[in-house]
């Protein structure tokens, strides 16, 4: 026996939020072949399936391209600081994928060590994400290789999976997701199907002992030689999450925010001195590597990478981290070589 | 909310120029109860706020022994410190800390103190001198090797010849070639050659080590000849940052983030790190 809510019932539930003036997020085909989790005015707009995935990914929900963290205004010599919170609105989002709900508790490790970043934290106790299970995948995705799958429940609070016309299977994970469906689901001999996924693609243990022990290894120039810099990858994946902190305002005061930033940019790490610890883009392809297979997975035992390979399909060259993973383990394997 | 990336207020109580583009200020919490509050370790640093141009990081210069105000040295070079540069006695600026682990001070006691700065190196070195010097006893000879391009690019002069007079302590100071001035009574030359012209003895000694990475590098096989280990040779790592807690992600060397598990490393711990500093 399982729980079941009808396509209808859902969109009457989100349109039931919406009319409580709370956020609604979903995918929405903002054009061809191109969808894009938005808020949405209603759940006309929410196009759950029928294609691989939207080319963004649900973290600016919880972390936001721009955010501001407070403001500040000039009054003669003196300056007053103003709080900023976050709005207090719940959020909910529906239609995530299992790859971006995934990215959720590896955010919460960055945002919570030792200091807690609160603007993360309150949007994230007031968003709940109802994920739906994947019932295809491309060539671009590799979730199974970095421990996930297409019903993985990391992230959610509910796993929403086909039943074909008649609606979906609904598993709560966890009590927001009760929450929401409770009272809204019927009882039903129908249960949906998971499907297998990608064909595991790597193994990431290798991976990272491979780019913590060859930061000088001549792979990394045949990375980088094919990137052209743009930031895309780090700006779609859902687990990237590196930002800058600038003061954007007048004569009279301003506000001081956090932008996204990335690690593929020059300035990124460029000291006012001129120097600059990665001074082009064989560094910076190494630092993005080495962060997602080594360093990340050192300090908080996971990798920082949810298989869905938006960097794959949103890179201009063709050059994400499946790819790059191949030309690494290819690396690999010529250094047992030359060892022999 | 708590607001981590919110600074203190604070009030510029002092400004002094070393050099045409170098000067130190010194400020005080607006907030008694936030003077009251805070405390730190020699050697860590803090996110210095010039409202409207944004935040750079920079050493607490002062010593943690100094209860109502802490000072910072900036050379004017970037966005925030031209801001800087025009502060007042009586302006405000914004100031969040402190951060990093600071130098291990407890460790080194009993043992003899040898301080080498290049340059605009010397404010983050300045800090533990101070704290040397007001716990005495804790510590040996303690020697102070400061080295400039100029003598015009000297800093925090008058308190080099003050920390001459004090017990058990000696001071070289050093231009390049070329930087001194016909009244210079000084050394001339390299700080690795001026080292090792100085008979420092190092049987027993720390060595802290903080400027230009040129100056680092040619310095470290000085002091290896001397017979100064790694584990004893220190210094301060300078990679930019913005959140200074370990959130936006550019200070790492490697697995370390420096804003969290540095700045300050043993030379044998950054012999462990990727070369990306």
Redesign the interface.
Known sequence: MSDVISRQQLLELVDAWIAQDKRAIGPVAVGEDLHLFMSMSDSGQLAMEGYIRPQNSIKEFFFPRHEK??R?H?KG???E?E?V?PPATEQLIIGARPCDAAALPILDH??N???????YN?RRNATTVITLACATFDDNCFCTSVGLSPAAEQGSDALLLSIGDDGYEVRCLTDKGKALFEDKTQSSEKTGEVIDGPEKKFDPEPIGDFV?NN??NPVWQEIALRCLGCGVCTYSCPTC???????E?TAS??A?V?NW?S?QFAM??????G?N??ANQI?RQR?RL??KF??YP??FGAILCTGCGNCMRNCPVELGVLNSVEILREAATRNTGEGK | ???????E?MEVINVLQHTADVKSVRIRFWDPAATEKFSFRVGQFGMF?A??????TFNICSSSTWKDYIEFCF?K??KV?EILWQLDE???I?FRGPYGNGYPMEAWEGRDLIFIAGGIAMPPIRCAIWYALENRDKYGNITIVYGARTVGDLVFTGELEQWATHDRVRVVQCVDPGGETPEWEHEIGLIPHVIERANIPAENAIALVVGP?IMIRFTLPVLDKMGIGPQDIYSSL???M??G???????????VYVC?EGPVFSLEQIRNL????
């Open positions: 963290i407070y500040y000039f010599h003196n300056i600081l709080d919170e960055v945002f060590w030792d200091f807690k970043d609160e603007f309150q913590r930061f000088e999450h590196c930002f800058d902190i600038v003061d305002g005061g301003g001081r956090k930033d690690c990124f790490t460029q000291h006012a001195s120097h610890p990665r560094h630092q080495l962060h080594g360093i050192e300090k | 909310m708590d607001n981590v990336y919110k600074p207020l706020s409202f409207g141009s944004g935040e750079s050379r070079t970037g410190t009586g302006d405000t914004g990475p300078e990679n930019r913005k959140c807690i370990g959130k936006c992600g550019r200070c790492n060397c490697g697995p969290k990727p070369n990306d500093y």
